[in-house]
């Protein structure tokens, strides 16, 4: 048995799920994983302009995409068509720290909706994962791998 056996088995969290890895490109630059799908995020230095969205405009960007395919099935599940389905988001962020505090998730539909309509659609785009994560204020547990056995003999101490 390794000795990160049991430590590792602490730290899964139980239930079902996804498992996202995240590994380095080069530089800052990265790219997340799951089941064979890819997103890239970050440049590869700070003097380089960003060839990829940042991790902050991701999770935007997810909240945006769930909405659209809530509204898209709920489209489609009635007979409406509408080619021009759109989803824009404002946020307002604050600075300390450094979070988004407010979402304003604007759904533009070309379809002609009575108010029924327009009542079961936006129930259904409140059904989107991600938006219900971020509205239930989820735990969020940081584990660091491996812990330490003990200090290297050259490691500068920080109690200086």
């Known amino acids: 048995m390794h000795i990160l056996d049991g430590y590792l088995k602490r730290h899964v969290i139980k239930g079902t799920g996804m498992t996202i890895k995240v590994t380095r490109i080069n530089g800052m630059k990265m790219q997340t994983e799951e089941n064979g799908l890819t997103i890239t995020a970050g440049t590869v230095n700070m003097n380089t302009l960003p060839d990829a969205m940042s991790p902050g405009r991701i999770m935007v960007a997810s909240l945006g995409m769930c909405a659209w395919l809530h ?3 709920y489209l489609k599940r009635h007979g ?6 759109e989803v ?3 946020v307002r962020n604050e600075r300390k ?10 759904i533009h539909s070309n379809a002609y909706l009575d108010e029924r309509k327009r009542k079961g659609m936006m129930a259904e785009i409140s059904r989107c994962y991600v938006g219900n994560t971020m509205n239930g204020i989820p735990k969020i547990n940081y584990v660091l791998h491996p812990e330490p056995l003990e200090a290297p003999a050259h490691a500068p101490s920080i109690t200086q």
């Open 80 to 85: 409406i068509e509408d080619d021009g389905l």
């Open 97 to 106: 720290p450094g979070r988004a505090t407010e979402f304003l998730v604007n």
């Open 71 to 73: 509204a898209a099935w």
């Open 88 to 90: 824009t988001i404002d």
